[in-house]
């Protein structure tokens, strides 16, 4: 037909002929005789291969790049996973730290107060046997208030639970003390008036100077709570004759170094906060200037 190429007019066999022709003509050294009908010419051979392999090439990139995305993503996800809970962990062993030794002596001392008053008061609150039992219960707990302080500084077991709830055992047990043996008549109210007002002022007065500064543990009151665990451990129990007496000594005693360490506590609580204020002044003028 008029106007049609000559590849064309030969079909599909002159459009291959053609098209081996001209890969063999664009390929260095792949012109030769037109390859068969069917057969592809060597140099489009090779241009094939190499396109494959370049192919494959590209493939197996993909996949690693893919697979290396997965790695990565399955990685990153198994990383958080074990972030989460390591901090899960983390809050168990802070919450499990409460659970130390000091604090459990703590605990004991707590649920020692109301065994206390029920051994105290058990028929009648007279009875000798009853009350070396209460005398028990409470030298335990005055026992523990020495060791629970020592181990919690020494071993690094110092809790927030431990702050509050060690000087809360410490009132309990004394004060269910003190009530019991001035309910029963064996102790004055006055003194335990003394000895409980000057325990919670002081306590009081610790909270309102704490911006200021702590106001240290003195010897001297380390020394009027043993005074004063002695003689109430005294008056507990039920003693006569001499035993008696001495105990009447040794409550005096207690009673002194309650009022005097007392106004101790009160003059460095004067000097803690005139100090404290001063220091804040000198650090407002210096702001200003």
């Not at 005294?234 to 005097?260: D, E, N, Q």
């Amino acid at each position: 037909m008029t106007g049609v190429p000559a590849s064309a007019a030969g079909g599909p066999s002159g459009a291959r002929r053609a098209a081996s022709g001209a890969a063999s003509a664009a390929v260095p050294g792949a012109a030769g005789p037109a390859a068969p009908d069917g057969a592809a010419a060597p140099g489009v051979s090779e241009a094939s291969g190499a396109a494959d392999g370049r192919a494959s090439g590209a493939d197996g990139v993909s996949d690693a790049v893919s697979d290396g995305a997965q790695d990565a993503g399955s990685g990153a996800a198994e990383g958080v996973k074990p972030a989460r809970g390591g901090k899960l962990a983390a809050a168990a062993v802070n919450q499990a730290s409460v659970w130390n030794v000091a604090n459990l002596l703590t605990m004991l001392r707590l649920i020692l107060v109301p065994a206390f008053v029920a051994l105290m008061l058990a028929d009648g609150g007279y009875d000798p046997a009853w009350r070396s039992l209460a005398w028990a219960a409470f030298a335990v707990a005055m026992i523990t208030d020495l060791f629970d302080g020592h181990l919690a500084r020494t071993y690094n077991l110092v809790t927030d639970f431990g702050k509050i709830a060690d000087p809360i055992a410490d009132k309990a047990i004394m004060g269910a003390a003190l009530i019991c043996l001035s309910a029963l008549g064996d102790l004055p109210w006055w003194v335990t008036a003394v000895i409980l007002g000057r325990e919670l002022g002081i306590t009081l007065l610790r909270f309102l100077v704490i911006r200021y500064g702590v106001i240290p543990a003195s010897r001297g009151g380390k020394l009027k709570t043993l005074t004063q665990g002695v003689a109430v451990g005294m008056y507990v129990l039920v003693l006569t004759g001499p035993l008696a007496t001495l105990r009447f000594w040794v409550m005096a005693v207690a009673v002194v170094l309650t009022v005097v360490t007392g106004l101790d506590y009160v003059r460095q609580a004067i000097v803690l906060r005139r100090r404290g204020i001063a220091e804040r002044r000198a650090a407002l003028e210096e702001t200003e200037a």
